[in-house]
């Protein structure tokens, strides 16, 4: 296996892949990266972790032969393991090293499966936060009726507090990742609320409400207000934005209740041998809804807010949700979203009623 990437392999898209941290293993994540090589011959991987171990999977992977650059990084960041802690001593963790390869220009995205929390406050001190940002987020694409098949929401858990200028910000970063992930040109943005009238909610969500407004026409979204728990999934707005407390406890929620009702339906098709043979009738139509609803092809949070692109993979994800994470992050990078969620922010921020004269700078 080749240690270095070949001239051909550098004008690929470099995707940083930390190998380490996920519940299955750096087995899962190299079989995920052979996925997205084999699908996509546009792709490189700059790979992090143990070489040994990682040059031991690779031998059977012939897709990955002049593909990939192996990383040495010792270190492993559990999930147990406290973000201040990771910030203080893990330089030598494949998480830190996967952060670096972004923060040199070597690589467009970082992927990782590990620890939510190490992996943003180490993005926060690597990366550093967008000018005028004040708080980064997840986002995650969410199942829905719209036509594209998903909905953005953020955050997810990232902080879990936010005024009205960080959801102002949550709305500017979500409707361009819809832009450029999605390609909706107008993205709708509605704001999570316990009601759609707008005397309801906390003091924050109604100042919210009249910033994300005012700036949607430079924002180049439209914002369709309130919006209520039941519109998550819905075709009200694109792109949802809340704080990372409700928006981490209604992900939660959601996998919960999905994986509740995948149970029952088990149970219910096993009640009786013409509940069984009513499985069977139905094998293609259930199949087609699992693969729809199935978390790992849409597998992948991006942290928005940054000077650089991160995304995190769940825990547990086998390698079909790794290989997911990468064709999200090969997207994002394919479509300049980095560059172009910093032109917007900056755009919103330099019209502020209290920001510097405008010095020629423009998106």
């Known amino acids: ?42 792709i490189g991987f700059i790979l992090h972790g143990p070489k040994d171990e990682l040059e031991r999977l690779m ?10 650059e192996i990383r040495h990084a010792t270190g492993i960041v559990t999930m147990e393991d406290k973000p201040s802690h990771i910030v203080r001593h893990g330089r030598e963790t494949s998480m830190w090293s996967a952060l670096e390869s972004v923060r040199s220009g070597e690589a467009a995205v970082c992927v990782s499966c590990g620890n939510t929390g190490a992996l943003m ?10 000018e005028g940002v004040n708080r980064p987020a997840i986002a995650v694409l969410w199942p829905s009726r719209n036509p594209q098949g998903f909905n953005v929401m953020l955050d997810v858990g990232a ?16 409707a361009s990742y819809a832009r450029n992930g999605m390609q909706l040109e107008i993205p ?14 906390r003091a924050e969500l109604k100042l919210a409400h009249d910033l994300i407004a005012q700036n949607a ?7 369709v207000g309130f919006v209520e728990g039941g519109d998550i999934p819905g075709d009200t707005a694109d792109v949802i934005v809340t704080d990372g407390f409700t928006g981490n406890t209604a992900l939660k929620t959601g996998e919960g209740t999905a994986k509740l009702i995948g149970d029952l339906l088990k149970q219910a098709f096993k009640f009786s041998p013409l509940s069984r043979l009513a499985s069977v009738l139905a094998y293609t139509s259930m199949q087609r809804l699992k693969k729809r609803i199935d978390p790992r092809r849409v597998n992948g949070g991006v942290f928005l807010g940054l000077n650089g692109t991160v995304v995190k993979s769940h825990g547990s994800a086998d390698a079909t949700g790794i290989s997911a994470a990468v064709k999200l992050a090969f997207q994002l990078a394919h479509s300049g979203f980095g560059e172009r ?18 010095k020629g700078t423009t998106e």
Do not use: C, W
Request: net charge positive; no cysteine.
């Open 1 to 42: 296996m080749q240690d270095s990437l070949t001239s051909s392999a550098k004008r690929r898209t470099i995707i940083s892949v930390d190998a380490m941290g996920g519940d299955r293993g750096p087995a899962a994540v190299v079989a995920g990266i052979a996925l997205s090589a084999k699908e996509n011959p546009d």
């Open 59 to 68: 031998t059977r992977k012939k897709v990955l032969e002049g593909r990939v």
């Open 121 to 130: 406050a180490l993005s926060m001190l690597r990366l550093r936060k967008l």
């Open 159 to 174: 902080d879990i507090r936010a005024d009205e200028h960080d959801l102002l910000q949550y709305a500017l970063m979500g």
């Open 188 to 201: 709708r943005v509605g704001l999570l609320n316990v009601g759609t009238e707008e005397h309801k909610g």
């Open 217 to 223: 026409e430079r924002g180049k979204y439209r914002f």
């Open 341 to 358: 969620l910093a032109a917007r922010v900056a755009l919103v921020e330099q019209a502020k009623p209290d920001a510097p004269t405008d």
